[in-house]
């Protein structure tokens, strides 16, 4: 008797060292998944940057804006293209050319305002304009934020526009099927994507 209960108790305590194994395993997943989003971030036309050069007070700079041109403007470097460049990309490149006047410069750059990060809405909601895209949204999620359809809508042939790679393409949703259960047509939102509620 003694036996099977030691045994039952080992076995009960094995199963939960497991479980508590796999739950750190997927947080740990999750939070690399994390770190490599961040890192792939590609840097875009209205985002403010943070440039800062160790112990060089004159060449570290609060808020670099990138034009519309895709090119920020760095004092003693003059322009520098940053549009579709990672935050690492483009410090190695200021790095680069600071060597001609600083002895193995140390740059940071830093995303101070994603700016570029937007999408809109269109049509019959109760909020039409321009959204700021701060975390990783859904369509479902854009419509909350608009404080949901007007009494006309059509849900049922709401198109959303997204461009990439010079490319257009029309995206057919329909809110019904979604709240139906159909959450695979719940796209996430990319930046410059425009929802319109006929």
């Known amino acids: 008797m003694f036996k099977i209960n030691s045994i039952k108790c080992f076995l009960g305590s094995f199963f939960v060292l497991c479980t508590a194994c796999f739950c750190l395993a997927v947080a740990v ?15 875009g036309v209205g985002d ?17 804006f990138v034009r519309n041109d895709g090119k920020i403007t760095i004092p003693l470097l003059d322009d520098i293209q940053a549009e579709g460049r990672s935050t690492m990309e483009l410090k190695k490149i200021i790095e680069t050319r600071l060597a001609e006047f600083v002895e193995a410069p140390t740059v940071t750059v830093t995303l101070a305002d994603p700016g570029s990060q937007k999408y809109y809405i269109l049509g019959e909601v109760m909020g039409v304009g321009e959204y700021p895209l701060v975390k990783k949204l859904t369509v479902v999620q854009a419509f909350a934020l608009a404080k949901g359809f007007t009494e006309w809508a059509s849900k049922d042939e709401i198109i959303l526009v997204r461009r990439e790679n010079g490319k257009e393409q029309m ?9 139906d259960g159909e959450l695979a047509n719940d796209i996430q939102l990319k930046a410059d994507d425009i929802i319109i509620v006929p």
């Open 171 to 179: 995206i057919k949703i329909d809110y019904d099927d979604i709240t």
């Open 29 to 43: 997943a999750a939070d690399s998944t994390q770190v490599s989003t961040d890192r792939d971030y590609k840097i």
């Open 48 to 64: 403010v940057l943070r440039v800062t050069t160790w112990k060089e007070a004159d060449l570290t700079f609060e808020n670099v």
